[in-house]
Nanobody, 121 residues
């Protein structure tokens, strides 16, 4: 059984930074961050493969960085140059079988409870 607990959300002004954390218990292979704004579909933001290779959505490429600590116990999302359109609930997700990672929510079967990010203009 995998448990994921996110933290680090908050309110910032446009151009600011936040770092989200996701504490992981249990074995995971690939992991990802997703976000969902009110009235919009859930969107993959970034993922990290079992090898450590990251992938990003075009909308955050160059601004967000996904990483894991050496023990693999914590997943991070460093968010820089934040924009109002980044406002959403952010979720950590994990699965236990893939070598690569996908920015598709159906490929993950473990989810955290979410942490809210609000960016004001």
């Amino acid at each position: 059984q995998v448990q994921l607990v996110e933290s680090g959300g908050g309110s910032v002004q446009a151009g600011g930074s936040l770092r989200l954390s996701c504490v992981v218990s249990g074995y995971t292979a690939s992991m990802a961050w997703f976000r969902q704004a009110p009235g919009k579909a859930r969107e993959g933001v970034g993922c990290i493969a079992r090898t450590g290779a990251p992938s990003y959505a075009d909308s955050v490429e160059g601004r967000f960085t996904i990483s894991k600590d050496n023990a693999g116990d914590t997943l991070y999302l460093q968010m820089n140059s934040l924009k109002p359109e980044d406002t959403a609930m952010y979720y950590c997700a994990a699965e236990q079988s893939r070598w690569t990672c996908l920015l598709l929510d159906w490929s993950y079967n473990y989810w955290g409870q979410g942490t809210q990010v609000t960016v004001s203009s």
